[in-house]
């Protein structure tokens, strides 16, 4: 099974409409990322939660809010979906240290209309 | 602020040919350097990362990266490529005084030549 997985891994839907994508990870870790992936862009964070109760802005928080119900459950939210939040979304986990690696999922590509 | 150029969007090589991707990093401090593949439809998989010690780091699947300082780059390279090398790659770099955080570069899509 994998270790981070998320769901749905596609969707598409209108503007206006309320989306939530979730992630969950086994590997036991507490520090979790979401992150949007534009064409030439790369990826880009949106929000990062270094334990249940710290859940921080990244670089382009705006139109979306997650939520930390658990140490393994991360969820993005888009209250009002915009076209230009269509992008591929990923959730990605990693231990404490500086230099230790993020585990990254498999994505959920979303598309607004 | 930090930021990472990766300069090539797209390169194609031939199978069996040799392989260098550039990154280019702006940080005010060491970095902590990172190069990620994702190959189609799959998510992210760290190649390599770089934090201290030896410039030269090795990584998985025949991949090697050289940090050098003085020209703020940190090119990952393959001395032979494979068909299934065939996908994205990415540098990034970490940020120093919030967490483990990545800046990622634009990507360069690497096709392969039969």
């Known amino acids: 099974d994998a270790d981070v997985t998320q769901t749905p891994r596609n969707r598409i839907t209108k503007t206006g409409k309320r989306i939530m994508l979730e992630c969950s990870q086994t590997?036991?870790?507490?520090?979790m990322y979401w992150y949007r992936q534009d064409p030439g862009l790369g990826l880009r964070l949106i929000y990062y939660?270094?334990?249940?109760?710290?859940?921080n802005k990244g670089e382009i928080s705006d139109g979306y809010s997650v939520s930390r119900q658990a140490q393994a459950k991360f969820s993005l939210s888009l209250e009002s979906a915009i076209p230009n939040q269509t992008a591929l979304y990923f959730c990605?986990?990693?231990?404490?240290?500086?230099?230790?690696?993020?585990?990254f999922g498999p994505g959920t590509r979303l598309t607004v209309l | 602020a930090q930021s990472v150029t990766q300069p090539d969007i797209h390169i194609t090589v031939s199978e069996g040919a040799s392989l260098e991707l550039r990154c280019n990093y702006s940080?005010?401090?060491?970095?902590?350097l990172f190069w990620y593949v994702q190959s189609p439809g799959q998510g992210l998989q760290l190649l390599l990362k770089?934090?201290?010690?030896?410039?030269l780091v090795q990584g998985i699947k025949g991949f090697e990266a050289e940090f050098k300082r003085s020209q703020s780059s940190f090119n990952l390279r393959k001395p032979s490529v494979h068909w299934s090398d065939a996908a994205e790659y990415f540098c990034?770099?970490?940020?120093?005084?919030?967490?483990?955080?990545?800046?990622f570069g634009g990507g360069t899509r690497l096709m392969v030549k039969p």
């Open positions: 990034a770099v970490g940020v120093y005084n919030a967490g483990n955080m990545l800046t």
């Open positions: 940080y005010g401090a060491t970095p902590y």
């Open positions: 770089y934090f201290s010690g030896d410039t």
């Open positions: 990605a986990t990693s231990r404490a240290g500086m230099t230790d690696t993020q585990y």
């Open positions: 590997k036991g870790h507490d520090r």
């Open positions: 939660s270094f334990d249940v109760k710290d859940i």
